[in-house]
């Protein structure tokens, strides 16, 4: 007899249209870890039904014919010294799994004054001067494309998630200047918290180019101590708000991690929920990795040893069999890198390599070339962004290191896992949340997947790699490491379930439904 699956007949919940807004989003224009969520994220929604639209910056490397991008419309988008035009192009993030007819489309806003420049944020280390100008652009020309665009493709989004500061504002001209709009159409707003460390902080004499009332600088609205912070602006005004590791949520309410703003996070603490990031298991795959010499995978691993030694050739290091550590790291204090170097002469005493891929603080690049200036048969040293050298370094490497004085979730520990490069973390934020640490009582479970240092100190890393290096020497015990890291699950998967959750209690709490 037949069965009848049960599944089908309960009442699957409506499809959302859900709507990210984000200031980078890969393929387009990546910077860190925010690009990957932004561009991932939107296909694994896709994925399970909802209706997704991505609008982000169209900077001048976002080529539309390289893309697809086509024209969409013009808007004439108010500012505080008058209006001005944007062009907005639309496509679809390419995603070849999903269904023709199933995709997820990008909208990329279009201003060359603004957004026509060599960096996203920053040249040569020097942020914008005129980044508040440039954002505040950008959140008004969403919020104002999202009023016409209602009308012309007749699409309204249940859910706006907005990611970062750049995008915060977004938030406050929905609930303050486009009321009419919120209240006809109640649209549930989600504000995702990637890093606490970067705010937003611009002058006071700057509040003006806002275009927001006077009467919201002040210390309960943009006002932080003296200055402007559009961080806020997403804090205060999102229905709800999410941060990207359930450890970070609780971090972020403490002095330590807060920034000034554990008061206002733990005021609103009922409406933050923790959500840690998946990564794109198509792109970071080391079966199929096109930026790979050779494949591997967790039941035949022996394309990691090709990974290995080509690696070795291309960052000029000896070609030989002693444990490889590695690197890739925006360079900058969180990342903690300085502690790696202060450990360098150490490693070098060891019989190991080190190779470090990253950019950013000048001071620290010059450090970095320094030592590799010292120990240039045992450093490999790239200063730069380079995608492909990154997947390359983390098919490779035998262990990863990452000593981040925070870090919100952190992705490289998730590539590391599943590329079997055993992660050696501290113990904060996401790395805590995602990283199994070596404990005879993981090691017994074969739970283990990596190492973990507490304190944010030199000799604790120095700790943590002496016993990452005394368990390498045992081959079945590292194997079985390897294997454990790779057949964790690090995929979209569940985190996308999580958001898909929250989107619907913000609908809850504007709606009363779901
Ligand atoms: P964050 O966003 O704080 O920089 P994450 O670990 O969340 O840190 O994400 C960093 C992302 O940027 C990863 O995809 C990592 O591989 C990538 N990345 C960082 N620095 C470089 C670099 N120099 N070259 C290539 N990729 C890099």
């Known amino acids: 007899m037949a069965s009848i699956d049960s599944t089908s007949l309960v009442s699957q919940p409506k499809p959302l249209n859900i709507l990210l807004v984000a200031s980078e989003a890969v393929p387009?224009?990546?910077?860190?870890?925010?690009?990957?969520?932004?561009?991932?994220?939107?296909?694994?929604?896709?994925?399970?039904?909802?209706?997704?639209?991505?609008?982000?910056?169209?900077?001048?490397m976002i080529d539309a014919s390289t893309h697809g991008l086509t024209p969409w419309g013009q808007l004439s988008v108010p500012t505080a010294t008058g209006p001005k035009e944007a062009i907005v192009e639309c496509?679809?993030?390419?995603?070849?799994?999903?269904?023709?007819?199933?995709?997820?489309?990008?909208?990329a806003v279009r201003h060359d004054p603004y957004f026509a420049r060599k960096g996203l944020y920053q040249e040569s280390g020097a942020d914008y001067p005129d980044n508040l100008e440039r954002f505040a652009f950008f959140c008004r020309a969403v919020v104002q494309w999202l009023v016409e665009f209602q009308n012309k493709a007749k699409w309204v989004p249940d859910v706006i998630h907005a990611h970062d500061w750049q995008t915060a504002l977004c938030l406050a001209y929905l609930k303050i200047l486009y009321v009419d709009y919120t209240q006809h159409h109640a649209v549930g707003t989600l504000f995702t918290i990637h890093n606490l460390g970067y705010q937003g902080l611009f002058p006071a004499s700057d509040y003006p180019k806002t275009g927001l009332p006077p009467s919201l600088f002040v210390p309960s609205g943009l006002e932080f101590y003296g200055s402007c912070n559009i961080l806020k602006s997403g804090l205060i005004y999102a229905d709800l708000l999410s941060t990207v590791?359930?450890?970070?949520?609780?971090?972020?309410?403490?002095?330590?991690?807060?920034?000034?703003?554990?008061?206002?996070?733990?005021?609103?603490?009922?409406r933050l929920v923790g959500v840690v990031n998946g990564i794109d298991t198509n792109v970071w795959n080391p079966a199929t990795d096109t930026h790979l010499p050779a494949h591997y995978c967790a039941t035949e691993v022996s394309g990691k040893r090709a990974c290995k030694s080509a690696l070795q050739h291309e960052m000029k290091l000896p070609v030989k069999d002693v444990p490889l550590l590695a690197v890739v790291s925006r360079l900058s204090v969180q990342k903690g890198l300085d502690l790696v170097a202060a450990i360098v002469p150490e490693l070098m005493r060891l019989n190991v390599q080190l190779v470090l891929l990253g950019a950013g603080d000048v001071s620290a690049e010059d450090q970095w070339r320094s030592l590799h200036?010292?120990?240039?048969?045992?450093?490999?040293?790239?200063?730069?962004?380079?995608?492909?050298?990154?997947?390359?370094?983390?098919?490779?490497?035998?262990?990863?290191?990452?000593?981040?004085?925070?870090?919100?979730?952190?992705?490289?520990?998730?590539?590391?896992?599943?590329?079997?490069?055993?992660?050696?973390?501290?113990?904060?934020?996401?790395?805590?949340?995602?990283?199994?640490?070596?404990?005879?009582?993981?090691?017994?479970?074969?739970?283990?997947?990596?190492?973990?240092?507490?304190?944010a100190s030199a000799d604790a890393l120095l700790n943590a790699v002496l016993l990452a290096l005394q368990v390498y020497k045992d081959r079945t015990e590292w194997s079985r490491l390897i294997q454990t890291a790779m057949q964790t699950d690090v995929s979209w998967a569940r985190s996308t379930r999580a958001y898909e959750a929250v989107y619907r209690q913000t609908l809850r709490s504007v709606r009363g439904d779901s």
């Open 28 to 60: 387009f224009a990546k910077t860190g870890g925010l690009a990957d969520v932004a561009g991932t994220l939107p296909l694994e929604l896709t994925r399970l039904g909802h209706r997704v639209s991505l609008i982000m910056l169209g900077y001048s």
């Open 245 to 270: 590791s359930e450890t970070y949520s609780r971090e972020i309410q403490t002095p330590e991690f807060g920034f000034g703003l554990d008061g206002l996070i733990r005021e609103r603490h009922d």
């Open 91 to 107: 496509g679809v993030l390419p995603d070849a799994t999903l269904p023709a007819g199933r995709q997820a489309q990008i909208f």
């Open 373 to 455: 200036g010292r120990y240039p048969h045992q450093l490999g040293l790239r200063i730069g962004f380079d995608e492909g050298l990154a997947h390359r370094i983390e098919a490779g490497a035998d262990l990863f290191v990452m000593p981040s004085r925070y870090e919100p979730c952190g992705l490289n520990q998730l590539y590391s896992l599943r590329y079997g490069t055993v992660p050696i973390v501290r113990r904060t934020g996401g790395l805590a949340d995602t990283v199994v640490p070596y404990t005879p009582t993981t090691v017994q479970e074969r739970r283990a997947t990596g190492f973990m240092f507490g304190e």
